[in-house]
């Protein structure tokens, strides 16, 4: 079994910064890709950016220049610093990983974390 388990959510003004966190902990062969997506209320759930093991990124329109996702591969953890947050930001925020079945990666199965709240208001 595979676990994600996230970290780094609060609140903060805006204009403020959070650094999130989301380590990949179990029976995991390799992790092709890592990402984080948001949910707002009454919203559906979207992509901010993912990251996968070559270091390729991709990211969201409304994040881009203000966020930054990145990780360490060894350690199978991906962090998202987020900068000059918005109140439009707020959310909760979900790690996503897409994790090999063995070690030719013949199949990836998809996993996420429990989600962090991350409220931006004054």
């Known amino acids: 079994q595979v676990q994600l388990v996230e970290s780094g959510g609060g609140l903060v003004q805006p204009g403020g910064s959070l650094r999130l966190s989301c380590a990949a902990s179990?029976?995991?062969?390799?992790?092709?890709?890592m990402g984080w997506y948001r949910q707002a209320p009454g919203k559906q759930r979207e992509l901010v950016a993912t990251?996968?093991?070559?270091?390729?990124?991709n990211s969201a329109d409304s994040i881009k220049g203000r966020f930054t996702i990145s990780s360490d591969n060894a350690q199978n953890t991906a962090y998202l610093q987020m900068n000059s947050l918005k109140p439009e930001d707020t959310a909760v925020y979900y790690c996503?990983?897409?994790?090999?079945?063995?070690?030719?990666?013949?199949?990836?199965?998809?996993?996420w974390g429990q989600g962090t709240q991350v409220t931006v208001s004054s």
């Open positions: 179990g029976n995991i062969f390799s992790i092709p890709v």
């Open positions: 990251i996968t093991s070559a270091g390729r990124t």
């Open positions: 996503y990983a897409e994790i090999c079945s063995d070690y030719l990666c013949s199949a990836r199965y998809a996993y």
